[in-house]
């Protein structure tokens, strides 16, 4: 059974850091690219993070670029997302995708996808 369970949301206040976890189960985890898209409340879905398949190469949104670091234990089947000097506008719904190609924008349309953990940033 093809799965992605996310942990590691909550909330915290402006400047504090957080750290997001994903176990992929089901899956030959080194056929897929691995991401974190984020759902923010009145914004549309936005791919945050994308990481290559043996965890080489990583890109970053604008928005997190310098804050946030994603990586990938391919022993583990295991993707994290380091989330630092977190801001307001850092609230929202976090989701660990897995898919091809490696890009932001593709992110996005990844067929496989978490339940989602929640990520609140209070001033």
């Known amino acids: 059974q093809e799965q992605l369970v996310e942990s590691g949301g909550g909330s915290v206040e402006v400047g504090g850091s957080l750290r997001l976890s994903c176990v992929a189960s089901?899956?030959?985890?080194?056929?897929?690219?691995a991401g974190w898209v984020r759902q923010s409340p009145g914004k549309e879905r936005e791919g945050i993070a994308v990481i290559y398949f043996a965890g080489s190469t990583a890109r970053y949104a604008d928005p997190v670029k310098g804050r946030f670091t994603i990586s990938r234990d391919n022993a583990k089947n295991t993707l994290d997302l380091q989330m630092n000097s977190l801001k307001p506008e850092d609230t929202g719904m976090y989701y660990c995708v897995l898919g091809v190609p490696c890009t932001l924008d593709a992110v996005t349309q990844y067929r496989v996808r978490g339940q989602g953990t929640q990520v609140t940033v209070s001033s």
């Open positions: 089901g899956f030959t985890y080194t056929d897929y690219c």
